[in-house]
């Protein structure tokens, strides 16, 4: 039996999506692929970006996963089919663009991510689509693209002097049209986290998608169109791999014991 559900992402912004899932469904079976030899993917053309994300959910069917959780808000705006060689496929935008029309009170909703992602407009497009079905139709959305973020995250700076005034700096506009929520349009942020609520203080609420996506799949699970594995188990994968990224890694999932493969996608 397939078992296992394969997420990737192109570095560890991913994680913070597993780390989500694996708190939400922890006798769950993952496998995690980071695309590190070619990140970053949100500088990068929507072609490249979708002929990266297809290798790798490709790579991970190989592996036997039953479903690809595609856990890059900057792959999820090239990767819009529901199915890829018949494994269900899942992106973080949706569950994000429903979080946020839930929370929005004001109906001004900020949304930071890679410049792919806010250039290619889906969440902005859905936003504004579904908006009428949350009763929220004069939905503003004010988009931020934070090419410094990914960098920094990568690297660890979370609550760094430097980052707390990199993160002020790209959110200032956001604030000036007094958004009540901020989507988190990219995995990486969410390392960022402690940085970006100095910035925004109590009255703006984060919305992380790697939570939105667990309630995804626990109603697939609940549907029978996910099954549970027979016991719980994590592989991480990269394509490339350094002593830092070693140890970021698992700083982030806050495990030690699981050493990461290095593999080849293409
Ligand atoms: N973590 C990815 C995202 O959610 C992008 C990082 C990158 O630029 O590679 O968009």
């Not at 049209?177 to 609420?205: F, N, Q």
Request: net charge negative; with cysteine; aromatic share 8%.
């Amino acid at each position: 039996m397939k078992a296992a559900i394969g997420v990737f992402d192109s570095g560890v912004g991913g994680l913070t999506v597993l780390k989500s899932l694996r708190t939400a469904f922890p006798q769950q079976e993952f496998i995690y692929l980071g695309d590190t030899a070619r990140l970053p993917y949100g500088t990068k053309s929507a072609d490249t970006i979708r002929q990266y994300s297809l290798q790798n959910v490709r790579f991970l069917a190989h592996q036997g996963v039953q479903a690809v959780v595609v856990a890059c808000n900057s792959a999820s705006t090239q990767i819009t089919e529901p199915e890829i060689e018949g494994l269900p496929v899942y992106n973080v935008i949706d569950p994000g663009v429903q979080a946020a029309l839930e929370t929005t009170q004001n109906q001004c909703i900020g949304l930071l991510g890679t410049r792919a992602t806010v250039e290619s407009h889906v969440y902005q497009t859905r936003l504004k689509k579904q908006a009428a079905s949350f009763g929220k139709s004069d939905v503003r959305v004010f988009a931020q693209a934070c090419p410094l973020f990914v960098p920094l995250a990568e690297e660890g700076w979370t609550l760094d002097p430097i980052t707390n005034l990199i993160v002020y700096r790209y959110l200032h506009p956001l604030l000036l049209e007094e958004i009540d929520t901020l989507i988190m349009g990219c995995t990486h942020y969410p390392i960022l986290r402690g940085s970006i609520e100095r910035a925004t203080g109590k009255s703006v609420t984060l919305v992380d998608s790697g939570h939105a996506l667990a309630a995804v799949l626990k109603k697939d699970f609940e549907s029978g169109r996910l099954k549970a594995s027979a016991e719980a188990g994590l592989r991480v994968l990269m394509t490339d791999l350094s002593s830092h990224l070693q140890k970021w890694a698992f700083e982030i999932l806050e495990e030690t014991s699981q050493p990461i493969e290095v593999v080849n996608t293409t």
